[in-house]
Nanobody
Framework: QVQLVESGGGLVQAGDSLRLSCAAS????????MGWFRQAPGKEREFVAA????????YYADSVKGRFTISRDNANNMVYLQMNSLKPEDTAVYCC?????????????????WGQGTQVTVSS
């Protein structure tokens, strides 16, 4: 099991940038990948991005491709989400999650451990 703690959320204006961080602790050596998901008020949680822990392969939702960048720091068990050109529709609670198997990176049920989330609010 892995414990995950997100940070870096806040209130920004449209067009601004923000970087989210996710600190992992516990059995991080067992992780296959980590992902970022978000949930806006009244909407279902959706996939944002993922990165494999060893190879660093990245995956993105179409809605954030070209604007968001996921990265990792294996030595410090950190995953980051750099968010540029933010839009009001990016407003949501952002959570990081860990998975221990391969497959389709946007499949939520394959992520076993989840953080509490950090709020991102983008004003127009």
């Amino acid at each position: 099991q892995v414990q995950l703690v997100e940070s870096g959320g806040g209130l920004v204006q449209a067009g601004d940038s923000l970087r989210l961080s996710c600190a992992a602790s516990g059995r991080t050596s067992s992780m296959y990948a980590m992902g970022w998901f978000r949930q806006a008020p009244g909407k279902e949680r959706e996939f944002v991005a993922a990165i494999t822990w060893s190879g660093g392969n990245t995956y993105y939702a179409d809605s954030v491709k070209g604007r968001f960048t996921i990265s990792r720091d294996n030595a410090n068990n950190m995953v980051y989400l750099q968010m540029n050109s933010l839009k009001p529709e990016d407003t949501a609670v952002y959570c990081c999650a860990a998975r221990y198997i391969g497959g389709n990176m946007n499949t939520q049920y394959q992520y076993n451990d989840w953080g509490q989330g950090t709020q991102v609010t983008v004003s127009s």
